[in-house]
């Protein structure tokens, strides 16, 4: 018998007709403590049963700098890494966003941007996986009003490449290294933070400082601390694995950041990993980092703490 191509195999529910699904892809939260801003955002998927390679998505976030929503158009190829997943990916993206006056950036703003990108990622589960590669492109074209009246047209890109190597059964090293440039005439709120949790050197806080370029490299020593046994949280679920990870990242920012004389920053830290199975149905995590900022702009080291918190549901580089 012919075997059907990669993203048509037949699984799960394969007594019914092929038909479309809409699904929830993730919900996504992150609490900058020592920043007290939290940002969330949920992602829906409409797919269709029997065929991995065509999907449409809906992603609405908002946080302490914009809210907006974002429609996208993924067509995904290559091997089968799950029986639910391709490894590549190409997409294309519409967005509106409103951008709110914040620290640096006085303005506020309408605008919409279109995007464009490609990636390759092996990882079985971008949640917890210890082993994996991931490549990715992006190329978007930004225009809107801001607040005053004036236009703004702008165009960002950047690229990224991953890499997870297994040490032992229960030890890995992860590194990224991610570059970012930005052409035109942005609003602040779009320009590159030297902080953050997922895209940004977890020492510093987002809201630091900004710049239209940004070369980034972090690296973390994942280890599980524990895992002997399943630990019971009541009606809330089960803590299946305890991990903690090293972490360093290492910023370049070559035009002057907004407010700061330094181009190189370098921060240390250390993440709490906790897996659990919420309710008993459904894998989750909970991830707090602690990271100490070895170089600061001294406007901000003397106005914050002298260490950084974040907590957030999903696993570092699961967007990388």
Request: aromatic share 10%.
């Amino acid at each position: 018998a012919r075997r059907a191509p990669p993203g048509r195999d037949p699984f799960f529910d394969n007594q019914l007709p092929p038909r479309w699904r809409l699904l929830v892809n993730n919900f996504t939260s992150l609490l900058a403590v020592t920043q007290r801003q939290l940002a969330a955002g949920v992602s829906l998927g409409l797919r269709r049963l029997h065929d991995l390679r065509t999907e449409g998505e809906l992603h609405v976030a908002g946080s302490a700098t914009s809210f907006g929503a974002t429609v996208g158009l993924h067509r995904h190829f290559g091997r089968a890494v799950t029986p639910l997943r391709l490894a590549g990916d190409v997409r294309a993206t519409l967005g509106i966003a409103r951008l709110v006056p914040a620290y640096l950036a006085p303005l506020g703003a309408n605008e919409v941007v279109l995007g464009l990108a490609a990636g390759w990622d092996d990882r079985i589960r971008a949640l917890s996986s210890n082993q994996g590669r991931g490549l990715q492109a992006e190329l978007h074209l930004g225009a809107g009003r801001l607040s005053d009246q004036s236009g703004f047209v702008y165009g960002q890109g950047g690229a990224t490449a991953l890499r997870i190597w297994p040490l032992t059964l229960h030890q890995a090293l992860a590194l990224r290294l991610r570059g970012d440039f930005t052409v035109g005439r942005a609003p602040v709120q779009e320009l590159l933070p030297l902080g953050g949790r997922n895209l940004g050197a977890r020492g510093f806080e987002i809201v630091e400082t900004r710049a239209r370029h940004r070369l980034l490299l972090s690296g973390e020593w994942r280890h599980v601390l524990n895992m002997s046994e399943a630990t019971h949280l009541g009606f809330l679920g089960a803590l299946d694995r305890f991990e903690g990870a090293l972490f360093a990242d290492a910023a370049y920012l070559p035009q002057a950041p907004l407010g700061c004389d330094r181009q190189s920053f370098f921060d240390v830290g250390y993440g709490l990993r906790f897996f659990l199975t919420a309710f008993y149905l459904v894998p989750a995590s909970l991830q707090i980092d602690f990271g100490v900022p070895l170089r600061r702009c001294p406007r901000e080291a003397a106005d914050r703490l002298p260490f950084t918190i974040y907590a957030s549901f999903v696993q570092s580089f699961a967007s990388f």
